[in-house]
């Protein structure tokens, strides 16, 4: 696969990275209130929601990296012609 194909295709799985990442952190996003409710009801152990967040956090910060980096690799293949066919097969796991 050529050097340019390679990058595409990690532009594309560091993409797709970052959205499961950023599904993850939603639905832990959903909990939170509930979390924050039961920490302060004493339910929890103290601190949890705050430690919660600290997690959303790290989560946000690697899914901006990881769109940095995919958006370095698809800018250095910004070439149109750079998602080929080989490439294609990379990202989808399927030949046409």
Known sequence: ??????????GFSKLSDAHELARGAAAIREFLP???GQDEEGQL??????????VLAAIDA???DLLTEAEE??????NPAALTAAALVEITGKEE
Do not use: Q, T
């Open 1 to 10: 696969m050529k050097e340019r194909d390679m990058a595409v295709a990690n």
């Open 34 to 36: 509930m979390i924050e």
């Open 45 to 54: 152990p103290e601190g949890s929601a705050r430690g919660v967040k600290h």
């Open 62 to 64: 690697r899914v901006l």
């Open 73 to 78: 690799e698809l800018l250095n293949a910004a």
